[in-house]
């Protein structure tokens, strides 16, 4: 049974392999066909009265990337494909994300078995990819070559600090290094403590302020936002006396840092959450690709780095 099972699978690339050789590129018109087929029998499964009607012309291709896998010495030719669908009397758009072959007829899954990753994560990555406006953020750290890399987060959440720890560990991969803060109001503190990196980034290295700020910063409790605020500022002026000269004592501090940055963080948050699809801390985009939350092993992937930290003769 094992090798009738074997020849019938192998019979069946071989069809799919000659399939997807007969043509030069997606038959996009097929995809869409099918696409839209597809989502309207899924609604009408759930929803036996709905009124829907949906054809191809409500779908999109918004990124068409071609790759291939090599199964039992077949070179499978498929396609990373993002689309995205506008159905009648809705006004959100939906997105559409798949592996397909040329005849936009059949959808892919093919992972390791012994590792789960999938067969195709590159080309996943290109059709993902986000195109992050270059005045977003704040820039820390820039060299001539690497891999551009983003960080959306709070410098309160431990996940993004340890995310922080881990880029700066592989900065020499690095070209471009940016900070995009997203403060959360039930952290508190951390409005004051973004405002603070901001603008002592014109006084102090933006790697060291960036890292005190992640690593020694106390978010410390207080009876009004106001002292907690000031106490806040009085660590950064006491770690790093040149900002003192810039800032005036904690309570003029606050009233600048408040005047100057209030608005303009939160229009980079709304601009985190709704371009860059980020809803939690940390975001990551390395050369534009996302990845939500702690990941190591994705950003050493990404980046062509080993995963694991070089323990320290303390940590050993």
């Given amino acids: 049974m094992q090798n009738k099972g074997k020849i019938a699978l192998i019979s069946v690339l071989s069809v799919l392999f000659t399939v997807s050789c007969a043509s030069a590129e997606l038959n996009k018109s097929a995809f869409k066909k099918n ?27 918004n990124r068409v990337v071609p790759t291939s896998v090599k199964l039992d010495n077949h070179q499978m030719d498929l ?19 798949m592996i397909v072959d040329q005849s936009g007829e059949l959808e892919f899954t093919i ?4 590792s789960g990753g999938s067969l195709m994560q590159s080309a996943k990555d290109q059709i993902n990819k986000v195109t992050i406006p270059s005045e977003l953020g704040q820039s820390i ?26 880029f700066l560990e592989h900065k020499d991969k690095i070209s471009d290094f940016r900070i995009v803060h997203l403060p959360y109001k039930h952290k508190k503190g951390s409005s004051v403590a973004s ?37 806040i500022i009085k660590q950064f002026i006491q770690k790093f006396p040149k900002l003192k000269d810039k800032w005036g004592d904690a309570e003029q501090a606050r009233y600048y840092l408040k005047g100057k940055y209030e608005q303009k963080l939160q229009t980079e948050a709304r601009k ?18 996302p990845v939500k939350g702690w990941a190591p092993k994705r950003y050493a992937q990404l980046l062509g780095v080993s995963e694991h930290k070089k323990l320290s003769k303390k940590e050993e």
Avoid at 82 to 96: D, E, F, M, T, V
């Fill in 35 to 61: 696409i839209a087929s597809r989502v309207e029998n899924a609604i009408k499964k759930t929803k036996p009265d709905a009124q829907i009607d949906i054809k191809p012309r409500h779908i999109e291709l």
């Fill in 79 to 97: 396609y990373a494909v993002r689309a995205s669908l506008q159905a009648p009397g809705r006004n959100r758009q939906s997105s559409i994300k």
């Fill in 111 to 114: 992972k390791q078995v012994t």
């Fill in 141 to 166: 750290y820039s060299q001539g070559s690497g891999h551009e890399l983003v960080l959306v987060s709070d410098p309160f959440c431990p996940y993004c600090k340890k995310a922080l720890d881990f």
């Fill in 195 to 231: 405002w603070a990196m901001m603008d002592g980034a014109g006084k102090v290295d933006p790697v060291k302020l960036v890292q005190f700020a992640y690593s020694e910063l106390d978010p410390v409790k207080a009876d009004s936002a106001a002292e907690r605020n000031k106490n």
């Fill in 272 to 289: 985190a959450k709704s371009k860059l699809g980020v809803q939690a801390t940390p975001g990551v985009f390395i050369d534009g690709v």
